[in-house]
C-alpha cells in the first residue's frame, strides 16, 4: 500500500525557516517524480515544487523560487522542502504527492497519491 | 502562472447529473491533454479521480467522467449521491514541468 506521511510542520516567525520531511512507503521511491503542494485553509490547491526521480532537478512556482529547495534521499525513501524566509501568505498545509509514472501507472502528469499533509503557519 | 477558472460552486439532486468547468489559457489546458481532477472531502487529502483529461483511474466510479474543448476542461458527475458533496480541483500541466491548479469547485448534493 501506498503511503506518504508528512512531518515538520508548525508556528514559525516571518523571516524563520522550516524544514518538511515526507517518509514514503509502499513503492520504488526512487522511480518517482515528487512534487510539494500546498493549500491555505479554506482555500485551493497551488502546486510548489517537484523533482526527477535520482534528484538532479527541481521545479518551482515562483512565488518561493529562491526561498524554498525541495530535495530527496531515495535511500531513506523521503522528500524534503527546506523553507526559508518565509513569509505570512505561505501559511498552507503542505501536501506531499506522487507523480503516477506513465510506464508503470499508465497514465502521467498527474499526483495519484497524497499524503495527509503537515499545517505551517508563518506568525509572530 | 494564475489560476484555472472554476465555478466557485455547483448542486444537484441525488440521482442528478453535474458538470464542473475548467478554463485556462493555451498555455495550461489547451496546450496539452494533461488536465487532471481531484476530490476533497472536508479535512481530507485531494484524491484523483481523472487523469489526462479523461482516464479514470482504477476504483475510479464510470459517473466520474472528463473532457475538454479548446481552453475549458469539465469534469461531469452523474448520477449523483450524498458522498459527491466535495470540492473539486482541476489541474493542469503548464510546460517546464510546472502544474497549476483551478480554484476550485464546492459541491453541493441537495
Known amino acids: 500500500e501506498v503511503q506518504l506521511v508528512e512531518s515538520g510542520g508548525g508556528v514559525v516567525q516571518p523571516g524563520g525557516s522550516l524544514r518538511l520531511s515526507c517518509a514514503a512507503s509502499?513503492?520504488?521511491?526512487?522511480?518517482?517524480?515528487m512534487t510539494w503542494v500546498r493549500q491555505v485553509p479554506g482555500k485551493g490547491l497551488e502546486w510548489v515544487a517537484n523533482?526527477?526521480?535520482?534528484?538532479?532537478?527541481?521545479y518551482y512556482v515562483d512565488s518561493v523560487k529562491g526561498r524554498f529547495i525541495i530535495s530527496r534521499d531515495n535511500a531513506k525513501n523521503s522528500l524534503y522542502l527546506q523553507m526559508n524566509s518565509l513569509r505570512a501568505e505561505d501559511t498552507a498545509v503542505y501536501y506531499c504527492a506522487r507523480h503516477a509514472n506513465l510506464f508503470i501507472d499508465g497514465y502521467n502528469y498527474v499526483f495519484d497519491y497524497w499524503g495527509q499533509g503537515t499545517l505551517v503557519t508563518v506568525s509572530s | 502562472q494564475s489560476a484555472l477558472t472554476q465555478p466557485p460552486s455547483a448542486s444537484g439532486s441525488p440521482g442528478q447529473s453535474v458538470t464542473i468547468s475548467c478554463t485556462g489559457t493555451s498555455s495550461d489546458v489547451g496546450g496539452y491533454n494533461y488536465v487532471s481532477w481531484y476530490q476533497q472531502h472536508p479535512g481530507k487529502a485531494p484524491k484523483l479521480i481523472i487523469s489526462e483529461v479523461i482516464k479514470r483511474p482504477s476504483g475510479v466510479p464510470d459517473r466520474f467522467s472528463g473532457s475538454k474543448s479548446g481552453n475549458t476542461a469539465s469534469l461531469t458527475v452523474s448520477g449523483l449521491q450524498a458522498e459527491d458533496e466535495a470540492d473539486y480541483y482541476c489541474?493542469?500541466?503548464?510546460?517546464?514541468?510546472?502544474?497549476?491548479f483551478g480554484i476550485g469547485t464546492k459541491v453541493t448534493v441537495l
Open positions: 523533482m526527477t526521480p535520482d534528484g538532479s532537478q527541481t
Open positions: 509502499g513503492f520504488t521511491f526512487g522511480g518517482y517524480w
Open positions: 489541474c493542469s500541466y503548464a510546460g517546464s514541468n510546472s502544474f497549476v
